[in-house]
């Protein structure tokens, strides 16, 4: 069962990465990505990360992505241009990235193959709390600075000119 | 009051006055000039104290200060001088009030500037001249680049950009060289102290595999070839003087020149004896090419600064021939062609300077028949033409006949091969007098020009006065000189250093001690 | 039970797709999504090997890497609207006044 | 767990940083217009602060915060970098900021967090607090790189930045994600002994690699820098050049040195990256007509001459890396603030021939500007030469004699392009005239800090490299 | 012993007035000035000729009696001394330079009057003076070399004195060269005496050489080696083959200075020095015969050459060149006591010739062309007669000076073991040409009528300061040869026994061959006569043809059109060596070392270096292309290669 379920969320997400390569309008591809995200949801739940999967449909799916598809819906983007000025990136850079992603899963694929898999206990959410807010607490505090950062940064290049009046 | 710290005071006087430069008011020329000359004159007469102060007798360095200086790695603050660089601090510190004033009129833009970059120029090489640590030495080496880089650029001639950044690259290629070849040394004995690193490798506690010693070896040499200049690496030098100023020239051809075969005969015999001896035949042939070379492209030079330019080449050539026939005399003969280099065409470059000044141009066609309107600069650039081309009595004989004679002990064929030199010297020498001074006037604007000024005539005095001196008393500065250079060769004594031929035929005589001959000409001496 | 190295992989797969979208794609806020994918594909692999090692860490690990990508796309969605307003365009390759 | 004091000691540059950062933003509002100088004292006062702060770590070494820092001589010798840097970039930053009519607070922040950023990225032994670290650096970077919002420029260079830094920082996670997958652990220290998939930590070492490289600017990892130190905020580019480079060395260099695996591995990457680095960056560099992109190539051929030092792959090489991390610093940092206040209004005058002449209008600034290009250079009395120095000696140390050599071949062809410059100021008529005689004070500071500290560590380099060995010696 | 002791004041004095008068010289009266240089030169011929009287007071023993003032040069194992050196051939040597120098000097007073640059004149003069006689005093070749290079400045200076004339300029410039080469030779010959000896004094030298063992004839040793190098700078200073050519172009001097210079003593250095030298060339039978051939050579050469020229003094200046040939030849043979007789007497006949061509010069108003003189005898008679007494010494005639000179030297050239008949035939053949082209002089300038316009030239006696040195000279040209009237004629040689002690070794070297003394007297007998006749041969020719039949040379020249041109272009051995050396060396230096080698290769290669470098800075510039894309390609293919490469050398 889980089996099935993996190989057919396996290949949403795949399918999912494809389109969102292959679309040319932006919207497509933000919603073709957010199919990535969902299904990589199911899959993390298939792992045992409820917090983790949830996180994902809410921040991730739900919060980033709709952040993508404002901005693209204001910016009202059209449809890609078929400009081609990087030769490196399409006769050098594709090429190489498949290649790059094929070693990586034929190198992953190799080492992982034999390594047990340890089963997780019942709920890790507790479990992991202690950890974010424990081992991890500076991390996390950190995060807020990044947060800060982030925010600090909309506000200064958003901002309509103000700073000239 | 006591000379220890004369060498630290030396440097840092010239540092010190143009800081104090630093403070006048840039139009303020005249004080300017005043101030750089005070300071490059107290300079000089504090340097004729070396002389009292040095033991001839002294192989070894002196009037030494060493100070700790950078902790990692082992740095030291180390001065002393030793005969072979005694006279040659001397020769920077006699030639800078001489450029100075040789610039006293000449340069009316942005006159703090060049008296400052003169005044750091002569401490940068002092500093090279008294250094005794190879971090310290390698730091004054590149130091004094920067003034000179300046001088060629901006107070230059047309080309003046393209000859000062040639310049500069040219040298540092061969001194950042150097330095990988100083850190190797350090990474092979522990320490930039010259005098350690001569104690360590003549105890033998430290022993380079030859190929080590000949990569050693070819990393100071290059350095130093570059500076010297030996063909063929010399390109840089005649675009160097051609747009330099006068004084640049001076500063570049006195002193910058000599750094090179200084540092030959500081470092690469004494370190790399073996690598110096298996490279000798190499290098001497460079310097005779570079003898003739040099002469002869001089005698179709059109431009007169190009044309001191390559015979510096072919003097410098001598040079670099002496101290590589490692004998005694012909290695004293290239310091006292140093020297006497120094002097000479320090001389030339100021009386083409002159010219210059007046006509704003150094192309000899420009010239023709000057002796009428200026009879005595014309006495003065023949004088100064003779000492060059190696007149007896002049200082150049003396020199270019130590280095050949001690040359011909050693190497017979080098020395007949380069004597040949001495013939050609004479011929692009006068050659180009002639078209420049004598003749009818040729054109018009030249019938006017006036002669040597009073300024001018004291500072060509003086060069004259020195010359003459150094031709007629070498002994003075050759006994001084004398210790310092036996001993170079006498730390390469372990390797082979072959018995000069008279040596061994001396003996002959003897044997007929008792002719009527012998005994009159041994009676004739007595008296 | 899948193996967990299946996860692995599948993540290297669509870390590749990222990679390759990056390359492929002209319009600037695809280019940004293509990195969405690389980090998801990071979120992956960590879960899958926190699953592996049966430790708790990798879990933590995506946390982190979630609030990032939020920030991230906070500031880049920023920079984009600067450059649509200053360029009204959003193809990158007219985006390339510094060169050379 | 809560943080004990230990951890907020060795913690408190960052915690300066950031309180700072926060109060500014806080009172920035309230201070108006007209008290904008109240916000340009306290960010200096704060980034001072910060730089103060590093006693506090001095004194207590020691890991912090569940092994995931770890403060040693290392880290604070990065973090009295990071600290100059910070201040000189505040200091220099308000006469720009008010030339260019561009707000002051939201600056200083970000000037301070990257900061912090900087910080934690210096003193991190795990990669996870160090990729927050560095998101917040780099993300702080992105925002300064287009804060000259109406400048085509400056946004092409934040683009630029940020969807390539966000790519490679994704090759860095994607790293982070193998090595904890193939030992266990994202703890430097750890790596090694968790290993149970030498071949998978291989491929995360190499993938972390990339993204560090990115960070660093070597090649073929290096194409960005110079539209984004080009299109930049002259500030900013200081900064940028400076700060996030020393910090990404410094996570670079702990992992190397911490990390056997690293070690063996890397060797090689970073031999062949530190000769191509230093050639791309020379020989392109010899041909730009823009000074200020000339000292952005410049800057990645400075950091190939940084990855010579980590070839040495010794305790003289981390020396090496912090002592040049140093001396490039305030030199870059003083070029760059030379250059943003001569090229007037708009950053207008960039190019070569904008800054012939000046050492006759501006005869101080011109010397100093020559001073910070000779440093570069790597001429004697200058922190950059005694920085090679340092280079060289550990290079041949470990034998790497051609790596020398062909670091030597380079610094000559970096000669030229420095010169050029100067030949420019000294030796050519000028062609425009510069900014008034009056030297804001920020800028006069910098200069002058800068100038000094070249020359400084040019001459007297003690207490610096004994502390670099210092921390050299505790990284190992 | 009051000047003995003080040798230095000989040289020291024209020095001072050298000195005195190229600083001051300028702005003083001319009488001030040629005071000066005339009191500088006559106190030292007084003081020469007090040494002269102190010396017949020496010891044998103390004789050569050396002074030593300092150490000039000492390095490493070289060192010389300034010493001076006073022994018979000096003696000799001294006299003749500043007796003849101090007549000279008379001369130019009256002769440079109205010439510009008159302190300049008597500077160089004196310099002159003081570098003679540094090399005619030195105590070894050092020193001598000082002189040596010294008087060839001097001479330098003194041909260019007119420097405004290019050919005045172009002939110093020559000389100056010429002499180089030869200075080339003294040098490496110094190097290789010091490598043999161990020291340049002639009081080492010479006895240490005199020790040594001859070399076989036909053997290039050291003392063959050593002889022909100092014979070779002696070829370049008293101009012989193939270094001679200097000399007649120096003739751009004044006419003062021909005399003294180019005739009288510099040339003549290159002679004393060889027979300073003697000892080394007696051990070098391949030396000697080379001396000798290469003497007669250039005296028969030059004498050719002299019989078609028109200039008054160039005909003088290739006497000079042949006479010297003869004072080569003495050495060569081994007569050196001989050969510095001739140089004596030449010094008196020649100088006096000199300085009467330029009394007929000053006469004419500057005309130096004979086919634009003649008829002169009645109007400058003092010249004439004076210049007769010259012309019949250097032709040979007897009881003038020449003929006892030059009767030694050809008959030396018959009887000595080093000489041959074939030396003495090309001698006696010179003799004969060179009577006749003096005599042509002779006719040509003072007899028949004259070819001038008498209107435009007034031609007037010269001045008595000009005409005391020429009566002086003209005595001692009669009666100079009778110092050594040959023991034929009931004389004694009174020369070659002052000179004894100076050449004992090669008197003891010919006589120990020669042998047969008593034999000797009738063929000396016999070869005077021989000599004899050939100077009145050349002098009847002469007067037949430029007196009694002077249509004949033209028809002559007409008739043997090829020869007369080859002597008339002097052989073209000028333009030969333009062509084979000046010429080539030149376009060598400027073609292929300069503008190829050095600016086209040299300096090509370095600026082809930083093109390169610029060139492909160009190149890999277009990697920054400013497309993101690219950049991020980039980024993927170092991705690739990184981890190609960690892989693999984690695998391995």
């Given amino acids: 069962m889980t089996t099935l379920l993996f190989f057919a969320l396996a290949a949403i997400a795949v399918a999912g990465a494809v389109s969102l390569i292959l679309q040319k309008h932006p919207i497509h591809s933000a919603l073709s990505l957010i199919v990535v995200m969902v299904a990589l949801a199911g899959l993390y739940l298939l792992l045992g990360a409820e917090f983790i999967s949830a996180v994902q449909i809410i921040v991730y799916a739900g919060a ?79 995060t807020s600075i990044l947060i800060l950062v982030a925010i600090l940064g909309a506000v200064v290049l958003a901002q309509r000119e103000k700073g000239e009046e | 009051m006591n000379a220890s710290h004369l060498l630290s005071v030396l440097v840092f006087l010239p540092m010190g006055g143009s800081l104090a430069l630093l403070l006048l008011r840039g139009d303020d020329h005249t004080w300017i000039r005043r101030l750089a000359l005070a300071v490059s004159l107290a300079e000089f007469i504090l340097s004729l104290w070396l002389i009292r102060a040095f033991d001839s007798s002294e192989p070894s360095y002196q009037l030494e200060e060493a100070r700790k200086w950078i902790s990692s790695p082992p740095i030291n603050y180390h001065l002393g001088i030793d005969g072979i660089s005694l006279f040659l601090v001397i020769l920077t510190t006699l030639l800078t009030p001489i450029a100075i004033l040789a610039s006293w009129k000449s340069i009316n833009e942005r006159v703090k500037g060049f008296f400052v970059c003169l005044l750091v120029l002569e401490a940068g090489v002092i500093g090279v001249f008294v250094s005794l640590d190879l971090f310290l030495f390698f730091l004054f080496w590149e130091i004094m680049l920067i003034p000179m880089y300046f001088l060629i650029g901006i107070w230059g001639h047309e080309r003046r950009i393209y000859a000062a950044i040639k310049f500069v690259l040219y040298t540092m290629f061969g001194s950042i060289l150097m330095l990988v070849g100083i850190l190797w040394l350090f990474n092979k004995t522990g320490s930039f102290d010259l005098p350690a690193i001569q104690a360590a490798l003549q105890s033998g506690r430290v022993v380079f595999s030859q190929n080590v010693e000949l990569l050693l070896f070819g990393a100071f040499f290059l350095a130093f070839a570059i500076k010297v200049p030996l063909f063929p690496l010399h390109t840089w030098l005649p675009d160097a003087h051609t747009e330099a100023p006068t004084a640049g020239s001076i500063m570049l051809a006195g002193v910058l020149l000599k750094m090179g075969t200084y540092g030959m005969l500081r470092f690469c015999l004494p370190l790399f004896p073996a690598a110096a001896h298996k490279l000798a ?112 009595l002049l200082n150049g004989f003396v020199g270019e006949f130590l280095i050949l004679n001690g040359t011909y002990q050693q190497h017979g064929r080098w020395a007949v091969i380069a004597a040949v030199g001495v013939i050609f010297s004479a011929l692009y020498l006068l050659w180009a007098y002639q078209r420049t001074f004598f003749g009818e006037v040729t054109l018009d604007k030249n019938r006017a020009l006036p002669d040597a000024s009073g300024r001018e005539r004291s500072l060509l005095w003086a060069m004259a006065a020195i010359i003459l001196f150094m031709g007629v008393a070498s002994p003075l500065i050759t006994s001084r000189t004398e210790s310092s250079v036996r001993q170079v060769f006498d730390q390469m004594k372990h390797s082979d250093n072959p018995q000069p031929v008279y040596a061994q035929r001396n003996a002959l005589p003897a044997v007929h001690a008792d002719s009527p001959a012998q005994a009159h000409a041994q009676e004739a001496q007595g008296r | 039970m899948v193996p967990f190295s299946y996860y692995v992989v599948l993540s290297a797969v669509l870390f590749g797709l990222g990679v390759i979208g990056f390359l492929f794609k002209r319009n600037i806020i695809t280019m940004f999504m293509s990195i969405e994918l690389m980090l998801n594909a990071v979120n992956l692999a960590f879960v899958a090997f926190s699953r592996a090692l049966g430790q708790l860490q990798g879990q933590v690990f995506v946390f982190f890497v979630i609030v990032v990508a939020a920030a991230e796309a906070a500031v880049g969605l920023a920079i984009v609207i600067l450059i649509a307003r200053n360029r009204k365009s959003l193809n990158i390759e007219r985006v390339d006044l510094l060169k050379l | 767990m809560f943080p004990s004091h230990q951890d907020m000691m060795r913690l408190a540059p960052e915690i300066v940083l950031c309180v700072a950062g926060i109060l500014i933003m806080v009172i920035e509002p309230f201070a108006g217009r007209a008290r904008r100088r109240v916000v340009d004292v306290m960010a200096a006062l704060g980034a001072a602060a910060a730089l103060a702060a590093v006693v506090f770590p001095m004194r207590n070494a020691g890991l912090a915060f569940s ?278 209004p708009g950053e207008r005058h960039m190019e070569l021939d904008d800054y012939a002449g000046l050492a006759s209008q501006r005869p101080v600034a011109a010397a100093c500007f020559s001073l ?27 034998n790497l004699i051609w790596l020398t050599v062909l670091l030597a071949i380079n610094s000559v062809i970096g000669a030229y392009y420095y010169l050029r410059v100067i030949v420019a100021m000294y030796m050519r008529p000028p062609k425009r005239s510069f900014p008034p005689e009056r030297v804001p004070a920020g800028i006069a500071a910098v200069l002058t800090l800068a100038a000094a500290g070249t020359l400084f560590l040019g001459l007297y380099p003690n207490y610096v490299i004994d502390f670099a060995n210092r921390a050299a010696l505790l990284l190992k | 012993m009051y000047v003995l002791n003080y040798l230095w004041i000989i ?29 500088a030169t006559g106190l030292s011929f007084a003081a020469a000729a007090e040494i002269f009287r102190e010396f017949h007071l020496l010891a044998p023993s103390s004789i050569p009696w050396v002074k030593t003032y300092f150490t000039w040069i000492a390095a490493g194992s070289f060192r010389a001394d300034y010493s001076l050196q006073v022994d018979q051939l000096t003696m000799v040597m001294l006299l003749v330079v500043t007796g003849v120098g101090f007549l000279i000097h008379i001369y130019s007073t009256g002769y440079m009057a109205h010439e510009g640059g008159y302190a300049r004149f008597f500077s160089y003069l004196n310099l002159f003076m003081f570098f003679m006689l540094t090399l005619v005093l030195a105590a070894n070749y050092l020193v001598m070399f000082v002189g040596w290079e010294g008087v060839g400045l001097c001479s330098y200076l003194l041909i260019g004195f007119y420097f405004l004339r290019k050919s005045a300029t172009n002939a110093g410039n020559k000389a100056f060269w010429v002499n180089r080469i030869g200075d080339f030779g003294f040098l490496l010959a110094m190097f290789l005496m010091f490598r043999t000896f161990g020291s340049l004094d002639f009081g080492h030298v010479l006895p240490s050489a005199a020790s040594w063992p001859a070399e076989a004839s036909g053997q290039f040793g050291t003392m063959t080696w050593i002889a022909l190098l100092l014979f070779m700078g002696a070829c370049g200073k008293s101009a012989q083959i193939p270094l001679y050519v200097w000399l007649p172009d120096a003739m751009e001097g004044p006419t003062p200075v021909s005399a003294l210079i180019h005739a009288a003593t510099m040339v003549t250095a290159g002679v004393y020095m060889v027979a300073r030298s003697h000892v080394l060339f007696l051990h070098s039978p391949v030396a000697m015969l080379v001396v000798a051939v290469i003497g007669c050579a250039t005296a028969l050469f030059a004498a050719t050459i002299g019989l078609v020229q028109n200039d008054i003094k160039k005909v003088l200046a290739y006497s000079t060149v042949s006479q010297l040939g003869y004072m080569f030849l003495a050495c060569g043979v081994g007569a050196f006591s001989a050969g510095i007789f001739h140089l004596m007497t030449h010094a008196f006949f020649k100088g006096l010739l000199f300085l009467a061509a330029g009394s007929v010069i000053h006469a004419m108003g500057g005309q130096q062309d004979m086919r634009h003189m003649g008829g002169l005898r009645k109007k400058i008679p003092w010249t004439y007669w004076t210049m007769m007494f010259g012309a019949l010494a250097i032709a040979g005639i007897p009881v003038f000076a020449g003929f006892f000179s030059k009767d030694e030297i050809l008959s030396a050239a018959y009887l000595s073991p080093y000489g041959g008949s074939l030396l003495w035939a090309v001698g006696i053949l010179t003799a004969l040409l060179t009577s006749f082209y003096m005599f042509r002089l002779m006719f040509l300038t003072f007899h028949g009528g004259a070819r001038y316009d008498e209107h435009e030239t007034h031609v007037h006696e010269s001045p008595k300061d000009m005409l005391v040195p020429l009566a002086v000279l003209a005595v001692l040209s009669l009666i100079g040869g009778w110092l050594a009237a040959p023991a034929l004629w009931g004389g004694k040689d009174h020369f070659a026994g002052f000179l004894a002690p100076v050449f004992s070794a090669a008197t003891s070297a010919t006589d120990a061959v020669g042998g047969a003394a008593e034999s000797a007297g009738s063929i000396e007998r016999q070869l005077m006569a021989v000599a004899i006749a050939a100077g009145l041969i050349g002098l009847l020719v002469a007067w037949w043809m430029y007196i009694k039949r002077t249509e004949l040379p033209e028809k002559l020249a007409e008739s043997m059109k090829a020869p007369y041109r080859l002597l008339e272009g002097r052989y073209f051995v000028d333009e030969l060596y333009a062509a084979t050396i000046v010429k080539p060396l030149v376009w060598i230096s400027r073609r292929v070392l300069w503008q190829s080698v050095d600016e086209r290769m040299i300096d090509g290669t370095v600026n082809g270096v930083a093109d390169a470098a610029r060139h492909t800075g160009e190149k890999v510039r277009h990697a920054e292309s400013g497309n993101t894309r690219s950049y991020a390609a980039w980024i993927v293919v170092g991705a690739v290669a990184f981890v190609s490469l960690l892989l693999w050398r984690a695998v391995k």
Avoid at chain 1, 103 to 132: F, K
Avoid at chain 2, 306 to 314: H, I, K, N
Avoid at chain 2, 335 to 345: E, F
Avoid at chain 4, 96 to 115: K, M
């Fill in chain 1, 64 to 142: 980033i992505m709709v952040l993508f598809i404002f901005v693209i819906m204001l910016l009202n983007a059209g449809e890609e241009e078929r400009t081609n000025f990087s030769k490196m990136a399409a006769y050098v850079g594709l090429p190489l990235a498949a290649i790059l992603g094929a070693g990586l899963v034929y190198w992953v694929a190799h080492e992982g193959s034999n390594a047990p898999g340890v089963p997780l206990a019942e709920s890790a959410t507790r479990p992991l709390a202690m950890l974010l807010f424990q081992d991890y607490l500076f991390p996390f505090e950190l």
């Fill in chain 2, 281 to 392: 035949p190499a290098i001497a042939v460079l310097a005779i090419i570079g003898i003739l070379y040099g002469a002869l492209v001089s005698l179709v030079q059109t431009d007169l600064k190009r044309l001191v330019a390559y015979s510096s080449v072919s003097h410098l050539g001598f040079v670099v021939l002496g101290i590589f026939a490692f004998n005694a005399t012909a290695a004293q003969g290239a310091l006292y062609q140093m020297l006497n280099h120094g002097i000479s065409t320090g001389a030339l470059f100021m009386l083409v300077g002159m010219l210059y000044d007046r006509r704003h141009t150094h192309e000899i066609n420009e010239f023709g028949g000057l002796a009428t309107p200026m009879p005595v600069l014309a006495a003065f650039f023949l004088f100064v033409s003779l000492s060059s081309l190696g007149l007896p």
């Fill in chain 4, 67 to 344: 092994d995931l820092l770890r403060v040693d001589s290392f880290s604070v010798f990065v973090h009295a970098i990071i600290g100059t840097v910070a201040l000189l970039a505040v200091l220099a930053a308000p006469s720009y900021l008010d030339r260019e009519g561009l707000p002051h607070g939201e600056f200083y922040a970000l000037v301070l967090f990257a900061a912090a950023g900087m910080g934690v990225l210096a003193s991190a032994q795990d990669l996870i607090t160090a990729f927050v670290g560095l998101e917040i650096n780099s993300i702080a970077s992105y925002i300064l790189a287009s804060y000259r919002r109406d400048s085509p420029r400056s946004n092409e260079a934040a683009l630029k930045y940020f969807l390539l830094g966000s790519f490679a920082t994704a090759f860095f996670l994607y790293g982070v994600a193998l090595i904890y997958g193939a030992s266990g652990t994202t703890v430097l220290p750890r790596i090694d002994a968790g290993t149970i998939q030498p071949t998978l930590l291989a491929l995360g070492l190499a993938l972390l690699f990339v993204g560090l490289a990115f960070k660093v600017a070597a090649a073929p990892f290096q194409l960005w820098t110079p539209d984004v130190y080009e299109g930049a905020p002259a500030p900013v580019t200081a900064l940028l050049s400076t700060g996030p480079k020393a910090a990404a060395f410094a996570l670079l260099l702990r992992t190397y040195m911490t990390v056997e695996h690293a070690g063996s591995l890397w060797f090689w990457a970073i031999y062949i990256s530190a000769v191509v680095t230093m050639f791309v960056g020379n020989l392109t560099a010899l041909v730009q007509t823009s000074v200020k992109r000339m000292l952005a190539y410049s800057s990645i051929a400075h950091a190939g001459y940084i990855l010579v030092a980590f070839a040495a792959h010794s305790e003289l090489g981390t020396a090496a890396v912090l002592f040049y991390l140093a001396a490039y610093a305030l030199m870059k940092l003083g070029a760059f603030t030379a250059l943003s206040w001569l090229s007037g």
């Fill in chain 4, 372 to 398: 910070f290009l000779l440093s570069l250079l790597g001429l004697p009395v200058t922190a950059g030469f005694l920085g090679k120095f340092y280079i060289f000696n550990a290079a041949l140390k470990s």
């Fill in chain 5, 11 to 39: 040289p020291a004095l024209p020095l001072l007035g050298a000195a005195i008068n190229g600083i001051f010289g300028r702005r003083w009266p001319r009488a001030v000035t040629h005071s000066v240089a005339l009191g």
